[in-house]
Structure formats: C-alpha cells, structure tokens
C-alpha cells in the first residue's frame, strides 16, 4: 500500500529531526546529515516534506535553522508580506509567503494536482 509506504517515511523523517535538533547545539554537522537523510527519505517515498520541517532546514546546505542561532528572519511586506529566512551558515535564502488561508486545503490530498491556476 502506497499510504503506508509514505506513513513509515513520515514517521523516519520525524524521529529524524528530533534527533537532528537533539544534536544540533553540540554536533551541527551530524545535524546536517540527519536533515539530509530526512529529505532523503522523503524523495525516496516520493513525499515532499511535512511543511514545518521544510521551514526548519536550509534547502542548500541542509542546516537545521534554529532562530536566533544560525539564521536570520525577517518579515517583509513588499508585494505580500513574506518572511525571509538566511541561512546563516551559507547565506541561502528561503521565501515564505504569509498567504491568508482560504478554507480547509488539505495538503495531505496529494493524489490530486493542486497546481490549478487561478
Ligand atoms: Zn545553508
């Protein structure tokens, strides 16, 4: 079953980035590679990764982002407002836009192509 693939992958993924921030005050390269392994593991399953863990990670580098330590965020209001998040350890940057939701889209519903235009 292909649910139960991406729900082992889910759960890999989440123990580990609980080791990866377990680690990261002493260790930040084994951080790194524990975040690596994590996105690893998601393309293997053909998953993206669980939104929140997105926002931790530096898509370059695969650094474990924790505020006020390794990365800088800043919220802009230019066109929409966004956070801007650089990655301290190689000066990436990450976009997030601050878009309103509008009703109940589940992201969970990957079957279906929520590239639609609008
Ligand atoms: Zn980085």
């Not at 066109?79 to 889209?105: S, Y």
Request: with cysteine.
């Amino acid at each position: 079953m292909k649910s139960s693939t991406r729900q082992i992958a889910r759960q890999r993924i989440q123990v580990l980035f609980r080791q990866a921030k377990k680690v990261h005050a002493t260790n930040p390269q084994l951080s790194s590679r524990y975040v690596e392994t994590a996105r690893k593991i998601a393309m293997s399953a053909r998953m993206r990764l669980p939104v929140e863990y997105r926002r931790q990670i530096c898509k370059n580098c695969n650094s474990l982002l924790v505020q006020g330590e390794n990365c800088r965020v800043r919220v802009r209001q230019r066109r929409e407002p966004h956070v801007v998040v650089t990655c301290i350890n190689c000066g990436f940057q990450t976009r997030i836009p601050l878009r309103k939701k509008k009703g109940k889209k589940e992201i969970e519903q990957d079957n279906h192509s929520d590239e639609a235009p609008r």
